[in-house]
């Protein structure tokens, strides 16, 4: 009852989307973040931030700061053009290679297999 949380609805590209879900969200105790690629959220109780994609470097920086993989700076400007600078996916990746112990060029090549296959 009195736990608090952060839900995270990622790539909600509609508001209309979020129209059909948004009575099943819960009204108090945490928070909820949207990421969207639709800027017009008006009518809805939702403070929009607009948030840019990151510069080369910014990416190449948090990915290096993140994982501590200082001398895989190339590997990982190849993950930062594969994740589009995005910096919601830059993060989630940063963490995701410290978490898991794998090279920056582990993941990029992992990523780009399974990226392909659900495409």
Known sequence: SGKKYLLILDGMDKQKSFNEIEEY???T?????ITSRDAYWGGTQVEVFRVENFKREESIEL???VTGLYGEKAEANQLAQELQDLPLA????AAYIKEAEISIGKYTEDFRKWHQALW
């Open 90 to 93: 830059i993060a989630q990746a």
């Open 63 to 65: 990915i290096l700061k």
């Open 25 to 27: 969200l819960p009204e």
């Open 29 to 33: 105790g945490g928070h909820v973040l």
